[in-house]
């Protein structure tokens, strides 16, 4: 780490963590309610990442890619990542839990439609992209114009 | 010190366990989806410290009644941006969770201070969201006052990013400068990968633009009919409007509503305190405005509002010129049973004493027998069931 550099870590440490005591304060002093439960979903949050969502997408990512041809897994899994995100900010809405009797404007929606129509729609967008590729590939094999690897190893070396 | 960057830097052993396949957990990626996150985790903070300013404004801070519907956009876009990042921090999260793993886990004072306050930015990211998103779900399973918790995390996550951001200029600018982040990677291994990020990082684009569009409708009308996962639906209202609180909510509420005996009270500093009853104010001069209600969760509804003006009550009751005014609600209790006019609003023209939505008498949902409504304010400011005007 060059001199300006270190200055820039350490000065920026120091200005977060002072942020950060701030944001501490802040929710101590005002009228939070229970500090317990909020350290128990701040908390909670990493947790439920690192421990049981991260691990669940790598273990069901190792294992598609093994299920899937070699080539269709980018694209595979970018459709899996789209369907992923939006099924979880789907959940609470799936479940209703805002939901009250005295109130129909609330949560209004059939939201197990909606994520369905979102993922069918990304899964239909996926298949005609990967349908679309194998065309092209078989046409330019045909013709004789090499793979895309070859393609894209081309492009680099004429930069 | 042992160089602290030159340390983050080194190729290190692959010595992480799992080993993780994908090419994509490198510091380019991570900086790439880093500066998106950070561009839109910006523009949350602006919007939110915005709204924050409104509801609970200090001495320096008046808020205009003008442009009328500036709070609707501002709002939304808090909303909306924050629905969007989801994707982002998620997969942020994916690339640079490998780093997890990594063995020894700290290098030097410098790479444990670094590491410690991921804590405190990865646990404020994701309260951010998650809380964001049940409050707009209209969902509490915690035990504490969303307000003040999904704020005050807010500083807590900001300063974790100076820290991070600082600690990762150097990688932030080499990624700005495009330079190749693995030197002594192959042309074709490099290009494989670049498409292959290019491929993923276009997925996180089109999974935070899939999540905007499938929500903004709720604010953005033209788009209510594809916004399928809209946490409300402009089409779904009582009198062309959503309702956030119900009279049925609050314990009493209908009764005291439909009193026969109800009367609007101006008081405070005033040379002569006035009541009025419904009727009475339906003999005033009446005026009529197209304004939103702009919800703090994001979702608005424009209507045509007809009332008395406010600014007229108080000559009435000879508050003098530029007078703040508290308006309280017949509500017996809830953080929102009140609100205040800064001197801006409560001379604006468009501020109403409503008695009339869309022409029609108001429904005790919106607020009947008067409701407040007037230009550019949260929709938890527009106070509901009024009883009375505080002339401060």
Known sequence: MTGSSRRLFWAGQTAGVAIIAIGIRGLLDERLGQPASFARFFLGGVIAHDVILAPLVFVTAWLVKRLVPAWTWPAVRNAMFVSVTVALFSYPFIRGFGRRPTNDTVVPRDYAQGLLVVIGLTWLVTGAWLAFRRMRGQESSAEAEGSDESDSTARISSP | ?392
């Open chain 2, 1 to 392: 010190m042992n160089s602290h960057a030159e340390a983050t830097e080194r190729v290190r052993p692959p010595v992480t366990l799992p080993r993780f396949g994908e090419r994509l957990h490198d510091e380019r990626s991570a900086a790439l989806v880093g500066m998106a996150l950070g561009a839109m985790f910006s523009i949350c903070l602006a919007t939110g410290v915005l709204s924050h300013l409104i509801q609970h404004p200090p001495g320096w801070f008046t808020w205009p009644a003008r442009p009328a519907g500036f709070y609707r956009v501002s709002q939304g876009v808090h909303v909306t941006t924050g629905i969007a990042l989801i994707p982002v921090v998620l997969a942020k999260l994916w690339i640079v969770y490998p780093k997890l793993f990594r063995w020894p886990p700290i290098d030097d004072v410098a790479d444990a201070v670094e590491r410690l306050t991921l804590l405190p930015l990865v646990g404020g990211m994701i309260f951010l969201l998650f809380s964001g998103t049940a409050n707009v779900a209209l969902w509490y399973p915690w035990e504490f006052s969303f307000p003040v918790a999904h704020y005050w995390a807010t500083w807590i996550t900001v300063g974790a990013m100076v820290a991070h951001v600082s600690a990762k200029a150097t990688i932030i600018g080499r990624t700005v400068r495009r330079r190749q982040a693995t030197p002594e990677a192959t042309p074709t291994t490099t290009t494989t990968t670049t498409a292959d990020r290019r491929s993923f990082l276009g997925a996180v684009a089109a999974a935070s633009g899939t999540l905007a569009v499938a929500t903004v409708g709720q604010t953005f009308r033209p788009l209510a009919a594809i916004s399928v996962l809209g946490p409300r639906d402009p089409r779904v209202n009582v009198q062309g409007v959503p309702v956030n609180k119900a009279v049925g909510e609050s314990s009493g509420l209908a009764e005291a509503v439909a009193s026969p005996s109800y009367r609007l009270v101006v008081r405070g500093r005033v040379d002569q305190e006035l009541s009025f009853s419904r009727e009475d104010l339906l003999a005033m001069p009446q005026h009529t405005a197209r304004l939103p209600i702009a919800c703090v969760e994001g979702w608005s509804a424009e209507a045509d509002w007809t009332g008395v003006r406010v600014r007229d009550l108080l000559a009435m009751a000879g508050a003098r010129a530029g007078a703040e005014v508290g308006v309280e609600s017949l509500q017996q209790r809830g953080s929102f049973r009140a609100s205040v006019l800064n001197s801006k609003h409560a001379a604006d023209r468009d501020t109403l004493l409503a008695l009339k939505i869309n022409g029609e008498d108001l429904h005790p949902d919106h607020g009947f027998p008067v409701r407040l409504i007037g230009p550019n304010r949260p929709g938890v400011q527009q106070t509901k069931w009024v009883a009375e005007l505080v002339v401060r």
